[in-house]
T-cell receptor, first 115, second 113 residues
Framework: GENVEQHPSTLSVQEGDSAVIKCTYS??????FPWYKQELGKGPQLIID?????GEKKDQRIAVTLNKTAKHFSLHITETQPEDSAVYFC??????????????FGQGTILTVHP | NAGVMQNPRHLVRRRGQEARLRCSPM?????VYWYRQLPEEGLKFMVY????????ESGMPKERFSAEFPKEGPSILRIQQVVRGDSAAYFC???????????FGPGTRLTVT
């Protein structure tokens, strides 16, 4: 089955700096990669996603890059703000496989943005 | 447009009791997924359902756990004879189609005493 590794487990930055979180996946058939933000006591919120036919996607201060050959993808947050502080999860899914509803999540990254 | 709704938000059960967790998907969504999050861990897939069908239950423990998504009403995750190791946050997600974005509810935090 799919295995997703996420690094770092904690990340501390100053307000205004950039933050980068990296994930690797094992199943080359995975073709959909969402990122979720989870605040304390709440459910995960989808913030950006990318499909395997695209190498990069950007939405305001957030961007995701995908390297299919190396089987890794990254989340980039620029101009960080204190409200970006949360736990971030990457995930992978094979949209065309028999488990096409099963998201496999990374272990999470606790991001802290200091004012 | 209301999001995914889960209730109860917090549930306390004694060992041996039954826990019933409910999930109402977003309007227009017919695909429902259940995930479990143990303390300080990531989310683990449990089961994927469409109306009246279980599509993938590869993440469900073989015993004591069951899920349904009837034609009418919410999806139900049932845990029979709960044990302390069942204490976790249980999240439901929904999507309009399979194989794509999943929108999560606020979760049910189950505590077994």
């Amino acid at each position: 089955g799919e295995n997703v590794e996420q690094h770092p487990s904690t990340l501390s930055v100053q307000e205004g700096d950039s933050a980068v979180i990296k994930c690797t996946y094992s199943d080359s058939a995975s073709n959909y990669f969402p990122w979720y933000k989870q605040e304390l006591g709440k459910g995960p919120q989808l913030i950006i996603d990318i499909r395997s036919n695209v190498g990069e996607k950007k939405d305001q201060r957030i961007a995701v890059t995908l390297n299919k050959t190396a089987k890794h993808f990254s989340l980039h947050i620029t101009e960080t703000q204190p409200e970006d502080s949360a736990v971030y999860f990457c995930a992978a899914l094979n949209a065309g496989g028999t488990s096409y509803g099963k998201l496999t999540f990374g272990q999470g990254t606790i991001l802290t943005v200091h004012p | 447009n209301a999001g995914v709704m889960q209730n109860p938000r917090h549930l306390v059960r004694r060992r041996g009791q039954e826990a019933r967790l409910r999930c109402s998907p977003m309007k227009g969504h017919s695909h429902v997924y259940w995930y479990r999050q143990l303390p300080e861990e990531g989310l683990k897939f449990m089961v994927y359902l469409q109306k009246e069908n279980i599509i993938d239950e590869s993440g469900m423990p073989k015993e004591r756990f069951s899920a349904e998504f009837p034609k009418e009403g919410p999806s139900i995750l049932r845990i029979q004879q709960v044990v302390r190791g069942d204490s976790a946050a249980y999240f439901c997600a929904s999507s309009p189609l399979g194989g794509g974005w999943q929108y999560f509810g606020p979760g049910t935090r189950l505590t077994v005493t």
